[in-house]
């Protein structure tokens, strides 16, 4: 019954994350023509602007700090968390559009720069720096992003949910950006702008459903909303003729003479009641790039990593069965044997790890970010988090973040107690300061960088004072409670004693030692991420809705399945490693790879004086033998950690690959901000995938040693 609750869960995720779009509590608007104005209809059609953003730059900026016509009144919406964190700024604009009313070549405004005038070159130069890193307008009606649709190279249709401010020729001559769509544009050395704007938005007139019943023929739901860039260079300030000029607005890179640019725009009226309102942001998803290679891509790498996931457990569990069987085997018999393999280090196995305070801070921060994701990823698999409720994950995740003080509190103080560490109040107080504070750290070094430049993508000085007080008045007295109810239980009992002698680690070899261990960790699960990773990166940085979260919550489950079997395999060979070598009689002991004389073997310190019949035969009479070197390394507490862990580190190589490859941005602070935002990615990935390598490998070191006798 429950593997079938989880399997229709699965599938509502995968179908809800691909084609439903339907968002709970978000109600459609109707519209309606003036003269049909009444309860819950209304006529005019609000046009928002967001900041302006580029894929070869990490600053936004608003709307209103570029010359464009700006609206006469400030009713902008109201912002969520998530929204000022990301650097979004919804504007009213000065394009403004009624039902059913359709517009032809409206004049907004003009402006006008004037040569030698120092003011006007600025405004001018920010201009032409916005068209030359390719700077793109994001407008907004009726919660939908107004989409520029054009053909690519390859025929297929692609919106895009902004459109760029203009395009550059070179001193060359060669076309950059949009300017390759039309001939025109080829003047050397030349910045044109786009200052008109063709309009084209789609209703559903209601006909044939219940809610159009109730408002008759006169309103409808908006559907649909594309737009047409153009460079014009208007003939007259007013009228309908003024956009019927073939030439383009082109700007030299120096005035030479007044210079006046109007801006205009257009709007038509389409019906089709083929587009169903829940569904209308269909056509802007489905021509995402690499939408249909996605789909593949995943399903080929879930069966490439369940497959490996299969073979890991098999060996791993064919393997300790027979352990298993041995060791008690041994326990049951009359001889008394000596004890090999893991259950050689019963009595240090679960000895307390060197700095167990910062390690139980981390696994606590850990488990707050792993929770806290697994909620967010939920939430959006139901629908909750869709791209319509703009900023809606980002404020889901830092409130999740900021709840989930208590778990981490309690955890940390757990482990902490368990490893025997009395200063309690230390522990409380680094579990709710250090993580979140180096994040924060590294976020308001970043914001000064954003303020310095002037970007949209600033958190305000209340904003960031709210942040605080989440983090210091609500987060930070969660982690106390949780830390109280941890110290107060007893602490966690092992299923063997611990010696009060630490047994002796021999000198491991270079395969045995923990750096390659935990380099290797990290590979198997960074392989089941990174074809993911890359629309997520996409998302981020090229400024792409992702709405795939039906299958990024399965690639999260299989990173945490392959995070754990991972690390319990490495611990497995970490704890029982050993080496049977061949004794010759004479043989000279060079290395524990190479033949050990029975002489030789016994002088090891690790081998007690009562095994000499076990590695040198019955009474040494025998020539030959073997020679069982056991390494005995019982600190798997941090290297548990590290081993899954250490996925952020090729995590952090696959953002630099991206940055050289993928992306196109330039400039100092752009870079800085690109790397900045990455170590807080990477930082908290980090976290999370080593706590999921401490606690798999917690609870299988526990099992094994719980079901073996142990004198």
């Known amino acids: 019954m429950s593997g079938q609750i989880v399997i229709f869960f699965f599938a509502t995720c995968l179908v ?36 302006l953003d580029s894929i070869e730059s990490v600053l936004p900026y608003e709307y209103t700090k570029f010359d464009f016509c700006q609206a006469k009144d400030d009713n902008s919406p109201v912002e969520n968390l998530g929204q000022v964190v990301f650097g979004e700024r919804i504007r009213p604009s000065p394009y403004q559009t009624a039902y059913k009313e359709d517009k032809k070549c409206e004049i907004v405004c003009t402006q006008t720069y004037e040569k030698g005038k120092k003011e006007d070159e600025q405004k001018l130069q920010f201009i032409r720096n916005a068209i030359l890193q390719n700077y793109q307008h994001h407008w907004i009606v009726d919660n939908l992003p107004i989409t520029w649709c ?28 949009a300017c390759v769509i039309g001939d025109k544009f080829s003047e050397k050395d030349t910045y044109y702008l786009f200052n008109h704007i063709d309009i084209v938005l789609t209703y559903h007139s209601g006909e044939g459903e219940e809610w159009g019943s109730k408002i008759g023929i006169a309103g409808g739901r908006i559907v649909g909303a594309k737009l047409s860039p153009r460079s014009l260079k ?52 489905s021509s995402m790039p ?63 790890p060197r700095r167990g305070m910062l390690l139980s801070v981390l696994v606590g921060s850990g488990s707050q970010i792993g929770i806290m994701t697994f909620v967010t990823l939920v939430f959006a698999c139901l629908g909750f988090l869709s791209p319509a409720n703009r900023g809606a994950l980002m404020t889901c995740a830092m409130v999740l973040f900021v709840c989930l003080g208590t778990p981490a509190g309690y955890i940390s103080s757990r482990i902490y107690k368990m490893f025997g560490g009395e200063r309690w109040i230390s522990n409380v107080l680094l579990t709710s300061m250090f993580c979140p504070g180096v994040a924060f750290a590294l976020f308001f070094v970043l914001n000064l960088v954003l303020w310095t430049n002037g970007s949209s993508a600033a958190i305000p000085f209340t904003t960031l004072l709210a942040l605080l007080a989440l983090w210091l008045l609500v987060s930070t007295p969660l982690v106390f409670l949780g830390a109280y109810l941890g110290f107060r239980r007893r602490p966690i009992e092992q299923p063997v004693r611990t010696n009060q002698i630490p047994r002796q680690i021999p000198d491991q070899s270079i395969y045995t030692k923990p750096i390659p261990g935990i380099i290797m960790g990290g590979v198997l699960p960074f392989g089941c991420i990174f074809i993911q990773l890359f629309f997520i ?61 029975c002489s030789t073997c016994l002088t090891l310190s690790y081998f007690p004086e009562r095994r000499r019949d076990d590695l040198c035969g019955r009474g040494s009479a025998e020539p030959y033998s073997h020679c069982v070197l056991s390494f005995q390394d019982y600190h ?19 953002c630099i690959h991206y940055f050289v490859a993928k992306l196109e941005i330039s400039g100092s602070a752009s870079t800085f901000l690109y790397f900045g935002y ?23 070191t526990r099992k094994i040693y719980s079901v073996v006798k142990v004198d």
Request: charged residues 20%.
């Open 678 to 700: 990455t170590l807080i990615m990477v930082f908290l990935f980090f976290l999370f995938t080593g706590t999921v390598g401490f606690f798999a490998c917690f609870w299988f």
């Open 290 to 352: 690499h939408a249909n290679i996605q789909w593949f891509s995943i399903l080929n790498s879930l069966v490439i990593v369940l497959f490996l996931s299969g073979m890991v457990a098999m060996i791993l569990l064919r393997t300790l069965h027979r352990d298993i069987a041995r060791y008690n085997q041994m326990d049951n018999s009359e001889d008394a044997q000596e004890e090999f393999g893991w259950k050689l280090v019963h009595g240090d196995v679960f000895r307390a």
């Open 150 to 177: 054009y053909k690519t190279d390859t025929g297929e249709d692609y919106c895009s949910r902004g459109f760029p401010v203009g395009c550059y020729v070179t001193k060359d001559g060669k076309k950059k950006d």
């Open 234 to 285: 208007h003939k007259t300030k007013t009228g309908p003729d003024a956009c019927s000029s073939d030439d383009v607005l082109g700007i030299k890179s120096q005035i030479t003479d007044k210079l006046e640019i109007s801006y205009s725009y257009s709007v038509t009226f389409e019906e089709n009641n083929a587009i169903k309102w829940s569904s209308r942001w269909d056509y802007i998803l």
């Open 537 to 597: 990166l996409n998302s981020i940085w090229s400024h792409q809705f992702y709405y795939m979260f039906g299958f990024l919550f399965l690639v999260f489950m299989i990173l945490v399945i392959t995070c754990s079997e991972t690390t319990i395999l490495l611990c497995y060979f970490h704890l029982c490693a050993e080496v049977r070598s061949v004794l010759g009689e004479g043989s000279v002991g060079r290395d524990w790879r190479d033949v050990y004389p």
């Open 16 to 51: 809800i994350g691909s084609s439903g779009f339907y968002l709970p509590g978000l109600a459609p608007v109707v519209y309606c023509k003036k003269d049909a104005e009444k309860d819950g209809c209304k006529s005019a059609i609000p046009i928002y602007v967001n900041r």
């Open 636 to 654: 798997w507490w941090w290297r548990s950690f590290l081993t899954s862990g250490f996925t952020a580190f090729y995590l952090f190589c696959y």
